[in-house]
Each structure stands twice: as structure tokens, then as C-alpha cells.
């Protein structure tokens, strides 16, 4: 079994990766709670909101960490 090595990965890498993942998991739920509830404009809000966190979590990382 190899184990991965993430001596590269910064603090800040770490925290912006997590926090983002945290937004994208919290609005993709919420959206799929809200498209349950038959509530779908407020659905396909939250579903929009995880797909703009997603390109924000890209940009970030294009721009200060690559």
C-alpha cells in the first residue's frame, strides 16, 4: 500500500481548499433539500451558488497557487 505524500500542500492550499469544499457541499445539499421540498427556483439558487463556489475554488487556486 503506497501512502501519499503532502509535504508540498501549504497551509493556505489546505484552508482555501476546505473552506471551499465546505461552500460547494453546504449549497449542493441545500439544493437537492430545496428541489425535495418542491421549492425549485430556490433549488436551482443553491445549485447555481455550489457551481459558482466550484469556478471560485479553481480561480483561486490558478491564481495564487499554481
Known sequence: MDLVNVEDVSP????TGIVFIL???SF???GVLRFFQLKKRQG???????VL???GLLVAVE???V
Open 53 to 55: 463556489s466550484f469556478v
Open 63 to 65: 491564481a495564487w497557487f
Open 28 to 30: 449542493l445539499s441545500l
Open 12 to 15: 493556505a492550499l489546505f484552508v
Open 44 to 50: 436551482g439558487i443553491y445549485m447555481g451558488l455550489s
Open 23 to 25: 461552500m460547494i457541499g
